[in-house]
Structure formats: structure tokens, C-alpha cells
């Protein structure tokens, strides 16, 4: 389904790019071949004339997620957040597109390169224990989404496709030791929240763990059991240079 260009092999196109950069990646997904998805949009830029061009671009730009590069119009459009539903887009003949990964995150995985912030959303409904060991056996755990700046990415990037939409998340976050005392998976204390009014409900009835709930499209955080069938999100760690 994917094709991978490396851009270490681009050095006479920008060898000074390739110098600041160790490693970048575009996967090209041709799910999208001949299709365009024009909101949201970080910006446009014209008189493209190659995608290679395209995609330097969007490796030159650290918010940068994804391109379309629109070969009839010779457009290159740079959006922020990567997109999975190709049904989501508008039929435009040679259109295609790319998303961006540079360093350690997998391909097919979403990389905020601004927060060093690398996870995919699984959509497969799941326990939080089996949830959990999907994570965790690729070396993963839960997202944690510690700043307003991360909430705000990942619920932007939930809504870019119909495919994710109005699903609740799983995310990492527990206050099952000691009640009320909400902790991340690794022992450190929770000092951002993004709980929906109302929330939590700080309920002993087992409502130990965190999701993002999608019912209303904001992804707010509810307190939930853990025998609740959830989709959810893998995080993967990555060295900060």
C-alpha cells in the first residue's frame, strides 16, 4: 500500500536540508492517489513543479505533517495533521499524497515533530488490558497528552477523518492506587487535565482510568472502567536530540 522515499538519497536535490536533518521519510499512500483533502490547510504554496519539491517543503517545515501535491495545478498544500480516510477527499486526476517522519517513529504513525510527539490511533475497539498489550508489544503505552498544545494536536488530528470521528480514546492516565491521585504509566503525577464539566467523577466503582470522549466531538476527558470497550491511542518514545 505504501511506498517509502527517503531523503537521504536527495542530497544533490538539498544537500543543505540533508545536513540539518539526520534522516526524514514521505510515505506515499496511495489510497489517496487522485484524491485531495483540502481542510484543514496550513498553507498552499504554487508553482510546484515536482512532488520531491513538495514533500522538502514539508520536511523544511517542523509543524508540517502531510502533503498533497496537486501535479495539474502544480500545488503543493501542507496540512498538519495526517488523514486515513481517502473517502474523506475530492477527486483531482494526478493528485497525491505524502505524510512525514523523520528519526525514530514508524511510518504510518502520526509525528508531530514540533512536540517530538509520535503515536497512531488504533481503531479497534478493545478493554483497556487488551488495548493496553497492543502497546505495549510494539514497546508503546498509551498517549499522554501532558500539555494543552498536545491535547489540542491529537483532537485536531481525531477530526481530520471520518474514520476516527466520535469514538472514545483510551489515553494513559490512572488514579486506581490511590483514589483521586491521577498518575501516568510510568509513576509520575498528572499535572495537566483536559476533564469534560462534570468530570471526574471520582467514583469507586472501578472508574480508575482516562478516555477522550467523542460523543460530543470534544475529547474530554472522562473517567471510565477499565472493562469499557474503547478505541485507543500507542504512543511510541522517541530520543530528543
Given amino acids: 500500500m505504501f511506498r517509502t522515499l527517503l531523503f537521504l538519497c536527495l542530497v544533490k536535490y538539498a544537500s543543505a536540508l540533508i545536513q540539518r536533518i539526520n534522516s526524514g521519510f514521505a510515505v506515499k499512500w496511495t489510497g489517496f492517489d487522485g484524491r485531495v483533502v483540502s481542510e484543514p490547510l496550513m498553507f498552499e504554496i504554487s508553482n510546484i513543479y515536482s512532488r520531491i519539491q513538495c514533500v522538502v517543503l514539508c520536511l523544511q517545515n517542523e509543524a508540517c505533517v502531510s502533503v498533497f501535491y496537486r501535479r495539474q495545478h502544480r500545488r503543493c498544500q501542507l496540512h498538519d495533521v495526517l488523514f486515513m480516510s481517502p473517502e474523506d477527499g475530492e477527486r483531482e486526476a494526478g493528485a497525491v499524497y505524502y505524510s512525514l517522519t ?11 515533530r514540533l512536540l517530538n510527539f509520535c503515536y497512531q490511533l488504533r481503531l479497534i475497539i478493545a478493554r483497556r488490558d ?4 497492543d502497546c505495549t508489544s510494539r514497546g508503546e503505552h498509551f498517549v499522554v497528552i ?15 477523518s471520518s474514520g ?4 472514545n480514546y483510551f489515553f494513559d492516565g490512572s ?7 491521577w498518575i501516568l504509566h510510568d509513576g509520575r503525577p498528572m499535572t495537566y487535565f ?12 472501578g472508574k480508575d482510568y482516562i478516555t477522550a470522549h467523542g460523543g460530543d466531538m470534544t475529547y474530554r476527558w472522562h473517567d471510565r472502567r477499565g472493562r469499557e470497550r474503547k478505541w485507543y491511542v500507542c504512543q511510541k518514545d522517541l530520543w530528543i536530540n
Fill in 102 to 112: 523523520a528519526g525514530d517513529c514508524p511510518l504510518e504513525y502520526v509525528h508531530k
Fill in 175 to 181: 488514579d486506581a492506587a490511590n483514589e483521586g491521585k
Fill in 194 to 205: 483536559a476533564w469534560a464539566p462534570g468530570y471526574p467523577t471520582n467514583d469507586t466503582d
Fill in 164 to 167: 476516527a470521528l466520535k469514538r
Fill in 130 to 133: 487488551g488495548g493496553l498489550a
Fill in 146 to 160: 501532558d500539555s494543552e498544545d498536545k491535547q489540542n494536536h491529537i483532537v485536531k488530528q481525531i477530526k481530520s
